[in-house]
């Protein structure tokens, strides 16, 4: 399932659009989206529920990198490759690099049951 996820957080209309991965898994009762490259999670009682949740999330991270100027330092801090044109745009950290740097992906890759989906994700230029 393919998905685009929007919001208010560009900047202008200065926008990137990346390809990210969201891992959707259950958690006793609670459905959970996480998204390792930005390491942020939304959840709720189904899935959909879930996803809207981690849009709020992750307008909320832009809204406030952004505002504060952090998004560059902060997407870097997570293992972002930061091209500087839009010839060159930003891409997110592989699963590997993921899977060795980030313990809370690790932790729900070897204890439970997921799916990985792809998805867009429009995010602020940090310029």
């Not at 202008?12 to 959707?24: E, H, R, Y």
Request: aromatic letters at 12%; hydrophobic letters at 40%; a neutral charge.
């Amino acid at each position: 399932m393919k998905k685009i996820i929007t919001g208010t957080w560009a900047v202008g209309k200065q926008i990137i659009n990346v390809k990210l991965s969201i891992i959707i898994f259950k958690e006793d009762e609670s459905h959970i989206v996480f998204c390792p490259a930005l390491n942020l999670t939304g959840y709720g009682d189904s899935d959909p529920e879930a996803l809207q949740s981690f849009e709020v999330v992750l307008g909320e991270y832009f809204n406030y990198t952004t505002n504060k100027k952090t998004l560059e330092t902060d997407l870097e801090k997570m293992g972002w490759n930061l091209g500087k044109s839009m010839r060159k745009p930003a891409t997110p950290p592989d699963m590997s690099y993921l899977l060795n740097h980030n313990e809370d992906f690790r932790n729900i890759f070897n204890n439970h049951a997921f799916r990985k989906e792809d998805t867009r994700v429009a995010i602020p230029v940090f310029v």
